[in-house]
Each structure stands twice: as structure tokens, then as C-alpha cells.
């Protein structure tokens, strides 16, 4: 029996052992790079839902106050680096604004529309203060006809949120219908 040199063969076990080290080394970097981007992402998502959560809180904080239809373009009574219908939000709790949202256009009146008297629940204290009976004629079964002293009105908010340290944005638009005093909606609705 005949035997290869010792010499080649151990220059091929050299080259495949490389070969292999290298492969090895490629597949370690690519998991690498795709643990990194999967967290990439779910950072992003994350500071997505952080800004729309803070786009979200100043439009309930907005219709939840009378100023909306009272005063629409100043909503906030300290509004964040003094410029209206903004506020600020502190989302890892360091002391410093992580999050600005501004109410941008102003809230608009989209509709309002008078309340009929006999539309009323008198019964409902909430109801009661607008029913009026100044000027009212009464129909058939004897309900209040006529217009009341409150209106109904519908209100478009959009809240613009962008957070200063991801620069993630993000536009929320919202609609609220609100019972206002017909007073009132001559101001600010159509």
C-alpha cells in the first residue's frame, strides 16, 4: 500500500479549516446584524406609540375643557415654551421634554346645530338647563316645541406629536362632538 506524502495533506486541512473559520465568522456577524435591526425596530415602534399616546392625551386634555369652544386658539392655560395649544410631555421621567404635541391647525368647528326643545329630557338635570319656555307653543302631547338654549356641535382636533430625542412624528386627528350653549356657537361654528 501506498502513502500520500504528509506534506500535502496537511496544507489541505489548513485551507478547509479557514474556509470554515470564515464561514463561521460571516454566519456570527449576520445574526448579529439581524438581532440589532429587530431591536432597531421595535425601539421605533416603541417611541411611535409613546408619541401617539402623548398626541392622544392632549387632545382628550383639549375637549375635555370649555375652552375648546370657548377659546380654541388659546386651549391650554400653560401651554409648553409659551406657544399656544402645545404641550410637553416627560415620557422617561429625567426632567426634560421628551415629547412636544401641538393642537395645529386650532380645533375647528365643524357643524353646530340647535337643540329642539321637545328633543330634551327634561327629567335629566343635565338636559333641564337647556330647555327653555320663553316664547314656546306646545304641540299635541303637550311637549315644549321651539329651539332650546343648547346646541349640538361637531369638532375636528388634529395634534401633531414629535419627540425631540427620535424625531419620531406623528399626526392624530380626532373628532368630538360637544353640547354647547347657542350662546356660544355663534363665535366659533358655522
Known amino acids: 500500500m501506498r502513502r500520500a506524502p504528509a506534506a500535502s495533506q496537511s496544507g489541505m486541512a489548513l485551507v478547509v479549516g479557514l474556509i470554515l473559520l470564515a464561514l463561521m465568522t460571516v454566519m456570527a456577524i449576520t445574526g448579529f446584524n439581524i438581532g440589532r435591526t429587530s431591536l432597531d425596530i421595535v425601539g421605533n415602534m416603541q417611541s411611535r406609540q409613546e408619541v401617539i399616546a402623548a398626541a392622544n392625551s392632549a387632545i382628550q386634555e383639549a375637549i375635555s375643557t370649555t375652552r375648546l369652544f370657548q377659546a380654541p386658539e388659546a386651549i391650554f392655560l400653560n401651554p409648553c415654551n409659551n406657544a399656544a395649544n402645545t404641550r410637553c410631555y416627560d415620557t422617561n421621567g429625567d426632567g426634560t421634554d421628551d415629547i412636544v404635541v401641538a393642537l395645529a391647525p386650532q ?4 357643524q353646530a346645530q340647535t337643540i329642539p326643545n321637545a328633543a330634551l329630557d327634561v327629567d335629566d338635570l343635565n338636559q333641564a338647563g337647556c330647555a327653555t319656555g320663553v316664547g314656546q307653543t306646545y304641540g299635541i302631547e303637550g311637549a315644549a316645541t ?9 369638532w375636528e ?7 425631540l430625542i427620535t424625531e419620531a412624528e406623528v399626526v392624530v386627528t380626532q373628532g368630538a362632538a ?3 350653549s347657542t350662546d356660544e356657537i355663534g363665535t366659533h361654528c358655522p
Open 178 to 180: 360637544v353640547r354647547v
Open 146 to 154: 321651539g329651539s332650546s338654549l343648547c346646541a349640538n356641535s361637531v
Open 107 to 110: 380645533p375647528v368647528c365643524i
Open 157 to 163: 382636533v388634529v395634534a401633531v406629536a414629535r419627540d
